[in-house]
């Protein structure tokens, strides 16, 4: 039976269809069954579960989830690789549980009521727009499995304190708990990228972990401020930003945070304590 997770099986059904990967579209096929195991054992799938997964590429991740899952909605955002797809389900045997839909994953309507998952391998420059949508949403996923550029999962995992900790970390974490599962060579992929990735997995802060701000917009707006200039002491670029002297230097003074304090320092409850202080006095 056919598989696009087979190397020279994908490679056949790209040359049938002349079709020339896009780079734009992060257009590296994962041609590896171990890996694409692991990455559908991450999601932690139950037959109820809905799966959107974000650009299926040929189905190998595609079919797999498929075949543990209630239902996947495969979200493609090249018109040209949909033929492909369509074809590759039928000749592997994918469920009818699969609907493949041709759309762009940041103007796709998420489920406003019910639960759903997001899985998918995410090209690199939109991983953080995509990521920060899902962190946004009304209805919060109930569980993300991405994988992405290695760079960007380290930043998005991070800890305070280090060069890889910045606003993408704080506003992903103020969302979720971020686990960095497993690294993924570049020789998995066809073509072979230029860097390598990792998978990473977040799952909604609830109960006491759950994370709110009294305004969200302030605490957002307080950490891209904050990391827009991260060389200088956090006081001085949230007043480059406009937040008011005064505020600044008695929300500083109310949350217990030293005023000469830079923005890498601060934890998501930090921030959240700031920008909760700042509120009250702008």
Do not use: W
Request: hydrophobic share 45%; with cysteine.
């Amino acid at each position: 039976m056919f598989s696009p997770a087979n190397k020279s099986e994908a490679a056949a059904l790209i040359r049938k269809h002349t079709f020339t990967p896009i780079k734009k579209y992060g257009q590296n096929f994962l041609v590896d069954g171990n890996i694409i195991g692991k990455i559908v054992a991450a999601a932690l799938l139950n037959g109820g579960d809905t799966v959107i997964e974000i650009g299926p590429g040929l189905g190998a991740l595609t079919f797999p989830l498929a075949r543990e899952a209630g239902r996947v909605i495969a979200v493609e955002a090249d018109e040209k690789i949909i033929p492909l797809l369509r074809e590759a389900a039928a000749e592997a045997g994918a469920p009818d549980n699969l609907d493949i839909v041709n759309a762009d994953f940041m103007e796709y309507e998420l489920p406003a009521s019910g639960g759903y998952k997001l899985v998918g391998n995410l090209p690199y420059y939109i991983t953080t727009p995509i990521l920060m949508r899902a962190a946004e949403a009304p209805n919060l996923p109930e569980l993300v499995v991405c994988m992405m550029q290695r760079e960007v999962a380290q930043r998005i995992t991070a800890a305070p304190g280090g060069k890889s900790y910045g606003a993408v970390s704080v506003a992903v974490q103020y969302r979720f708990r971020a686990e960095y599962l497993f690294d993924v060579p570049a020789a998995v992929f066809m073509p072979k990228p230029a860097v390598d990735s990792s998978v990473i997995r977040l799952t909604p802060l609830s109960g006491a972990d759950a994370r709110a701000a009294q305004n969200e917009r302030t605490f957002f707006a307080l950490v891209k401020a904050g990391f827009g200039q991260r060389r200088k002491m956090l006081r001085n670029s949230l007043k480059t930003a406009g937040f008011g002297d005064m505020a600044i230097e008695a929300a500083f003074a109310e949350a217990g945070i030293s005023p000469m304090a830079r923005a890498e320092q601060l934890s998501v409850a930090d921030f959240i304590k700031l920008a909760d202080a700042v509120e009250g006095k702008e």
